[in-house]
T-cell receptor
Framework: GAGVSQSPSNKVTEKGKDVELRCDPISGHTALYWYRQSLGQGLEFLIY????????KSGLPSDRFSAERTGGSVSTLTIQRTQQEDSAVYLC????????????FGPGTRLLVL | QKEVEQNSGPLSVPEGAIASLNCTYSDRGSQSFFWYRQYSGKSPELIMS????GDKEDGRFTAQLNKASQYVSLLIRDSQPSDSATYLC???????????FGQGTILTVHP
């Protein structure tokens, strides 16, 4: 079946612009996670959704970062006033139900802030 | 101290050899541990999960967990060039299932 999909696959933006990154989880998966992977920091957790609510936002690095999930499916990660240090690969993962289940990763969005 | 630490790389082994990847973690409350493989430019894919002390085998892969020593490892037998990738160790803590990853170990299997 279809896996986790993300769009765009690549995004180049100018410092100070806002960007939106999209994640489509595997159909039926209620848990959704956003992670960020950069050269210096490795793979870091950003936010977790269960359904449409986000019980764990502890990884969001600043208030410029926000995320929402609608209809228990698609999620959007928004970065406002982008900075060069936001350049990274943003990965989305989903799992079938509870947070105890295996997470499956999407292909990621590679963001470059000039 | 990082929450999850992996043995320093890169690791290079000849084809057919055993590759040994190691990981230590600091959160004694962790219950679940995972090994992901990541090819260059691709997203992580799950190889093994392990929850109980001891060994878990799946084909050429064996994961080992020792909770008392806070140590988890991955052995790859009969290593193949296609195993060349970055291997990520991850632990799931007690908070909402988020994964905490190590920095990864780059493995190269040379013919």
């Amino acid at each position: 079946g279809a896996g986790v999909s993300q769009s765009p696959s690549n995004k180049v933006t100018e410092k100070g612009k806002d960007v939106e990154l999209r994640c489509d989880p595997i159909s039926g998966h209620t848990a959704l996670y956003w992670y960020r992977q950069s050269l210096g920091q490795g793979l870091e957790f950003l936010i977790y959704f269960q359904g449409n609510s986000a019980p764990d936002k502890s990884g969001l690095p600043s208030d410029r970062f926000s995320a929402e999930r609608t209809g228990g499916s698609v999620s959007t990660l928004t970065i406002q006033r982008t900075q060069q240090e936001d350049s990274a690969v943003y990965l989305c993962a989903s799992s079938p139900g509870t947070e105890t289940e295996t997470q499956y990763f999407g292909p990621g969005t590679r963001l470059l802030v000039l | 101290q990082k929450e999850v630490e992996q043995n320093s790389g890169p690791l290079s082994v000849p084809e057919g050899a055993i590759a040994s990847l190691n990981c230590t973690y600091s959160d004694r409350g962790s219950q679940s541990f995972f090994w992901y493989r990541q090819y260059s430019g691709k997203s992580p894919e799950l190889i093994m999960s392990i929850y109980s002390n001891g060994d878990k085998e799946d084909g050429r892969f064996t994961a080992q967990l020792n909770k008392a020593s806070q140590y988890v490892s991955l052995l790859i037998r009969d290593s193949q060039p296609s195993d060349s990738a970055t291997y990520l160790c991850a632990q799931r803590g007690t908070s909402y299932g988020k994964l905490t990853f190590g920095q990864g170990t780059i493995l190269t299997v040379h013919p």
